[in-house]
């Protein structure tokens, strides 16, 4: 079996080497600001973006769907319930709402940061990102209520691609008074395989420059 993975320590590719240690898996990886041009990012993702990820050659891209596929096809470390399962349906409905409804609101602004050329940021996004962003964790708090964890209570790839978001959102200060999802990032942050403690840094850099643009 050989794993590859293309990574960047802030991106979502986090993710991805949170579930492959988890599973305990040998995998090679391509690292740093240079995988981004490395030729094969561009033959695996359609728009060369990073994760991007070989399984014994074959081609993967999405960080929710290399997380989802490791953890299904080492069933033995039950990181995932199976398919047929209520657990798996809350598991897809659980990683669907974070990435439409935290997630894609926490990237659009980071995009009109550090992304986009500075002719093309409009700052005038970053309230209603911050709003939409905090509804969706409103709910997660309110589903977090009594319980540690997504999923039956227990820790599972779910987290593993919630807890990014959650945890992104959390450095960023968007999670104050919100008691419950607070405590579920610093759950995350606080697992010993996390890798996601370079996003303070990164948070603190996006508070900053978005000060300035307001």
Not at 12 to 37: N, Y
Not at 75 to 101: C, M, N, V, Y
Not at 110 to 125: Q, Y
Request: net charge negative; proline share 6%.
């Amino acid at each position: 079996m050989t794993l590859k993975l293309y990574e960047f320590a802030v991106t979502r590719s986090a993710r991805v080497r949170w579930t492959l240690l988890e599973l305990g898996l040998p995998f090679e990886s391509v690292a740093g600001e240079e995988a981004f041009a490395h030729p094969d990012v561009a033959a695996i993702h359609p728009l060369a973006k990073l994760p991007a990820f070989r399984d014994n050659g074959r081609p993967l891209f999405e960080s929710a769907a290399i997380c989802t596929w490791l953890a299904d096809s080492h069933p033995d470390a039950k990181l995932i319930a199976p398919s047929g399962q209520w657990a798996r349906a809350l598991h897809d409905q659980w990683t669907s709402f974070t990435l439409s409804e935290i997630e894609a609101y926490l990237w659009h602004t980071a995009r009109n940061l550090f992304i986009l050329p500075e002719a093309e940021r409009l700052p005038v996004v970053f309230p209603q990102n911050e709003a939409a962003a905090k509804r969706g964790l409103a709910a997660l708090d309110e589903a977090l209520a009594g319980k540690d964890w997504l999923i039956d209570n227990r820790f599972s790839v779910t987290d593993i691609i919630a807890g990014f978001a959650v945890a992104w959102a959390y450095t960023l200060g968007m999670t104050e008074g919100m008691g419950n999802v607070s405590a579920y990032a610093e759950r995350i942050l606080a697992r010993p395989l996390c890798p996601y403690g370079a996003m303070k840094d990164v948070a603190a850099a996006e508070q900053a420059k978005a000060g300035e643009a307001l």
